[in-house]
């Protein structure tokens, strides 16, 4: 059985936290080395178009998680120092009580189909829903896998859009069940074939067939309580001690900030971003569409706002909250051709695209907590200092041993700098 608490894994060398990570992890020998391969040329060439190579980004394992009472080890694919960190931190904070509760809801995707040149919009609105059963048994008698899995074409809604550049114009969503998919084939494919009977029926043009990424029918949501004492601790600088209580309405007045304020709310949904898109990279599922459908649903009441919730319960405790749609698959597209996706999965042990969901949600809360509770304590450079002065060491030519010695001189005297960093290289590698 999988445990996502590993003691001392941050101070260990690489092999010896691959080592550990076999001991804890469901993966086997062959599937930990696919984790971390990375992706053959010819996969990649069959991917995108003109590829001639391939990108690769730092690849860790968020501990600690507890999500739903079972044990999660998370993979996260991310360029930024601090994040993996942070959600693990958290994670521990979060798994004293508990860990994180998530939901999700069915799979529910929107399709979207755009009807111009409609006359009578009363009448063809009407048409389409008196004929909504039969449309949608011919959107599913299509040959399709997902509908041998259970998927398939649940609900049409009919939209007028009463203003616009053009005018107005009739909008028909299609609500299809995809599944553990991502979906976006799968529903662009049925909006093509509903819209010729759409026409018929409106006797108007149905100009664009796709997905809206504001996938607000497939939502995903965790919680957590974190018990006011956990949060007290004595910070790095000047050993300032923080209490519980300080934290705790601390983190509620930074929520406060992204509430109100969509220039906070911005940077606030980033940090949450930072939780949510490592996981879905490392799954080997479309980020642009996780974002595009995040910061749709934070303004969908016409102010962009918190994506996440932050109060205090009845005992003074910490109680965070965010929901959001995610739209992650765990069959088909770039999860099924790039093994080191297969093996997220696989690491995480999630036999559903709505557990996949679950566990997301629930990274992207932990993250947000931990920025917050860097921001409205020591604030966030002091962390991301030690880490960026490592980066800054080894562009400046460090290596083994070196980086970590360069990175500490720096970050003693408070100069993060590249010119600093080669002078300091320079002096070490001369033995001064
Ligand atoms: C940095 O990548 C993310 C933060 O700016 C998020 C926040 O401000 O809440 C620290």
Redesign the pocket.
């Known amino acids: 059985m999988t445990t996502s608490r590993i003691p001392g894994f941050y101070d260990l060398t690489l092999d010896e936290r691959r080592a550990a990570l076999a001991d804890a992890s469901p993966l086997s020998p062959g599937e930990l080395i696919r984790l971390t391969d990375p992706l053959a040329l010819d996969v990649a060439s069959h991917m995108v178009e003109n590829a001639i190579g391939t990108f690769s980004l730092p690849l860790g394992i968020a501990l600690n998680f507890t999500v739903n009472g079972r044990d999660v080890l998370v993979p996260m694919v991310i360029e930024?120092p601090s994040?993996i960190a942070g959600a693990s931190f958290m994670a521990k904070l979060a798994r004293t009580n508990g860990g994180f509760t998530a939901t999700s809801t069915e799979p529910l995707m929107i399709g979207q189909l755009q009807v111009l040149d409609v006359e009578d919009v009363n009448t063809a609105a009407e048409q389409v829903l008196t004929r909504k059963a039969e449309l949608l048994t011919y959107v599913d008698a299509a040959e399709s896998s997902l509908k041998s899995r259970g998927g398939g074409a649940r609900d049409l809604e009919v939209r007028w859009i009463a203003e616009s550049p053009i005018g107005k114009f009739l909008v028909i969503h299609l609500i299809y069940d995809v599944r553990d998919a991502m979906g976006a084939n799968a529903v662009n494919t049925a909006c093509e074939r509903l819209a010729p009977r759409i026409e018929e029926i409106t006797g108007g043009r149905v100009h664009l067939k796709i997905l809206s990424n504001l996938s607000d029918k497939r939502m995903a949501k965790a919680t957590c309580v974190i018990p006011v004492k956990e949060l007290a601790f004595v910070g790095q600088i000047a050993n300032l001690s923080y209490t519980g209580e300080e934290v705790r309405d601390g983190i509620i007045a930074?929520y406060a900030f992204?509430a109100a304020d969509p220039y906070r709310a911005a940077?606030?949904n980033?940090?949450i971003m930072?939780g949510i898109d490592p996981v879905v990279i490392a799954t080997g599922n479309d980020w642009r569409a996780i974002e595009a459908g995040a910061h749709a649903y934070a303004a969908r009441s016409s102010k962009y706002t918190s994506l996440s919730i932050w109060s205090k319960d009845d005992d003074g405790n910490l109680v965070g909250e965010l929901e959001m749609p995610l739209a992650v698959g765990i069959v088909g597209g770039a999860t099924k051709v790039h093994p080191a996706a297969q093996a997220a999965i696989k690491l995480m042990d999630v036999k559903s695209a709505g557990e996949l969901a679950e566990i997301i949600v629930s990274v992207g809360l932990a993250q947000?907590m931990a920025?917050?509770r860097?921001?409205a304590t020591e604030g966030?450079q002091r962390g991301h200092m030690s880490l960026h002065a490592r980066q800054v060491a080894i562009a400046a030519g460090a290596s083994g041993e070196l980086i970590e010695r360069v990175a500490s001189r720096m970050a003693e005297e408070r100069i993060v700098r590249m010119d600093r960093a080669k002078e300091i290289l320079k002096a070490m590698e001369s033995g001064k």
């Open positions: 930024e994040v930074a992204a940077t606030h980033k940090g930072n947000n920025a917050l860097a921001l966030i």
